[in-house]
């Protein structure tokens, strides 16, 4: 089944200490993604990847660190969380924006706190 | 960069009624404007998008207008039903290689 997943759906840890959220997608996407949710702010995006090797930050990139050493993951490391990184993530994933499918694959989403 | 404003925040409307969702956004380079649904603890979806070189998209219930000019695009959505509740974000992209800019997201509520 075609999909993105993402873990772990729930995480509560306390600030500094280092976690990272694991988003691998089976459909050999070109371009993934890492959004966070928070109320009445919709979705913001944190970092892209359109390529292997190749990431730029979105608009919240503070905080957040990612990888894109393979074509299928792309984690998101939080080196120091702090409590203003609580939220909900979301991972997406699209075929290739470069070929006019922009078609966003979200992943389940997880629900990170930071005590 | 790009700023997607969208409104209203909340909407609520009778089983059968129409609803209609706007959004606007500032860059006039942006050519690519999906809608994505949010349904309660899921995961957003796409149901719908239009392109800059198009003004009209329909799929059924839903459709989606854009008017390149006053930089506006909306979703319509009519005969609603109670199973199009859900959380609506809009979203701008200048295509290639560029990132994505949601709105704030509008929640439906659909009173049967």
């Known amino acids: 089944e075609a999909q993105v997943t993402q873990n772990p759906r729930y995480l509560i840890t306390v600030t500094g200490k280092k976690l990272t959220v694991t988003c691998s997608q089976n459909m050999n996407h070109e371009y993934m993604s890492w959004y966070r949710q928070d109320p009445g702010l919709g979705l913001r995006q944190i970092y892209y990847s359109m390529n292997v090797e190749v990431t730029d930050k979105g608009d919240v990139p503070e905080g957040y660190k990612v990888s894109r050493k393979e074509k299928r993951n792309f984690p998101l490391i939080l080196e120091s969380p702090s409590p203003n990184q609580t939220s909900l993530y979301f991972c997406?994933?699209?075929?290739?924006?470069?070929?006019?499918?922009?078609?966003?694959?979200f992943g389940s989403g997880t629900q990170l706190s930071v005590l | 960069g790009e700023n997607v404003e969208q409104h209203p925040s909340t909407l609520s409307v009778q089983e059968g009624d129409s609803a209609v969702i706007k959004c606007t956004y500032s860059?006039?380079?942006?050519?690519?404007f999906p809608w994505y649904k949010q349904e309660l603890g899921k995961r957003p979806q796409l149901i719908i998008d239009?392109?800059?070189?198009?003004g009209e998209k329909k799929d059924q219930r839903i459709a989606v207008t854009l008017n390149k000019t006053a930089k506006h695009f909306s979703l319509h959505i009519t005969e609603t039903q109670p199973e199009d509740s859900a959380v609506y974000f809009c979203a701008a992209s200048l295509g290639t290689g560029n990132q994505f800019y949601f709105g704030t997201g509008t929640s439906l509520t659909v009173i049967p």
């Open positions: 860059d006039s380079a942006s050519n690519y």
């Open positions: 239009i392109r800059s070189n198009v």
């Open positions: 997406a994933s699209s075929l290739s924006l470069s070929l006019k499918s922009e078609k966003l694959f």
